[in-house]
């Protein structure tokens, strides 16, 4: 798997980073959730996000008027900043019955990433997942990236508007889910039964596994249904934020 070989930008401590770009710095000032300290921007950035209705400059945040080489200098070079760079902290963990109960649909969906450590990954979930209306996803601790500057950058938004927790233990996790009538389905190459033929519960959660192994056996022990996205004979897999685009892009378009 190909590796982002930058490097971080400056941070103060493990908590706390520079988050770039204009969709996810403009997703992060509009999260009253998310803390939020400090914003650098250029006259004609914050010209953009003066103007733009969907997002709200709070009172309080310290805003600096820079030139983009004082952005490269806090940042580094070669990061595409699009003349804004906002200190913030990481969205805070909450815990999954609370997660639950943000989801207020009766019909929903959610998605499990368990020990994916590429942030190109994860950010590109968390964007298909904002642009076909994916419910909430939930991450797992061990063995997986944690959100940083460039998982936020990809996710162009995401991270700040699809609801989203981290667990410790994923078994339980998923006993909790059974427990409030998710039905839990695991992806597979593998597997005999394609999406296109299964009849999705109401309430659903769908697993996808690590990069480079796939599902854990544990984990696919606890699915009630394992499936599969038909592909070509040509290819042996689909890297797994396309896999999960074209899951989210059925979904969206398939179950009512």
Known sequence: MR???????KKSHNNEYWMYGYHAVAAALSNEYRIKSELLVTSEAHKRLKSDKTTLLPKGLKVTIS?????????????THQGVCLKVEKNKKIDIGDFLKSIKTERSN????????DSQNVGAIFRSALAFKIDGIILTENQSVNENH???????????????????????????????GYWVYGLDGNSDKKITDTDFAKKSVFIFGSESDGMRHLTKSSCDEVVKI???NNLESLN?????AVLFFYLNNNIN
């Open 150 to 180: 460039f998982m936020t950058k990809t996710a162009c938004g995401g991270i700040d508007k699809v609801p989203f927790t981290s667990v410790s233990n994923l078994s339980s996790a998923l006993r909790t889910l059974k427990e409030n």
């Open 110 to 117: 959610i998605i499990i990433l368990d020990q994916l450590e």
């Open 67 to 79: 030139q983009r080489s004082e952005i490269e200098h806090v940042l580094g070079k070669g990061f």
């Open 240 to 244: 797994v934020s396309n896999s999960a």
């Open 230 to 232: 038909e592909i070509s």
């Open 3 to 9: 590796r982002n070989n930058k490097k971080s930008p």
